[in-house]
């Protein structure tokens, strides 16, 4: 699985599309969308290049790339920043998974980091562009 599960820009509640971790800055200067990037068990190299991307606090980074998080959440700035603690059931093993969720909510963007955790949150992006008059609401309703 790659590190970037996925990297979309919206506006006005509709998916315009994919988008390079270096063409995000751009993006983020328009005023009627956002950028939703999810990653999965990402390197420090690529924290560090999403960190410059969306102007995320040192402290927050650190915390994303090391797993064992308690649950929280801080504000860093116009940023919030959520960790959440999950449960997935391997119904082949018949035992629960534990994994973490790391969100960063910006005005114009979520970053979500995923540790320990095999299950995508592609059936949340999914409902959430079924529903543009709510998306249209930006990363507050993704959260």
């Known amino acids: 699985m790659s590190e970037i599960v996925n990297c979309v820009a919206y506006s006005?509640?509709?998916?315009?599309?994919?988008v390079a971790i270096e063409d995000i800055s751009?993006?983020?200067?328009?005023?009627?969308?956002f950028i939703w990037?999810?990653?999965?068990?990402?390197?420090?190299?690529?924290?560090?290049q999403v960190q410059q991307a969306f102007g995320l606090h040192d402290l927050a980074i650190e915390d994303a790339h090391r797993a064992h998080q308690r649950p929280k959440l801080e504000r860093y700035?116009?940023?919030l920043f959520v960790v959440l603690h999950i449960a997935e059931l391997e119904r082949d093993l018949r035992r629960l998974q534990f994994g973490e969720t790391h969100l960063f909510i910006g005005p114009r963007y979520v970053v979500s980091v995923r540790h320990r955790s095999s299950l995508s949150y592609a059936e949340v992006r999914a409902r959430c562009e079924a529903m543009p008059q709510l998306l249209s609401q930006g990363p507050g309703f993704v959260l």
């Not at 006005?12 to 994919?18: E, F, N, S, Y």
């Not at 068990?41 to 690529?46: C, V």
């Open 26 to 33: 751009p993006i983020l200067q328009q005023t009627d969308g």
């Open 12 to 18: 006005a509640g509709r998916r315009v599309g994919d």
């Open 37 to 48: 990037i999810g990653l999965h068990e990402p390197k420090e190299d690529l924290l560090h």
């Open 77 to 79: 700035g116009d940023c």
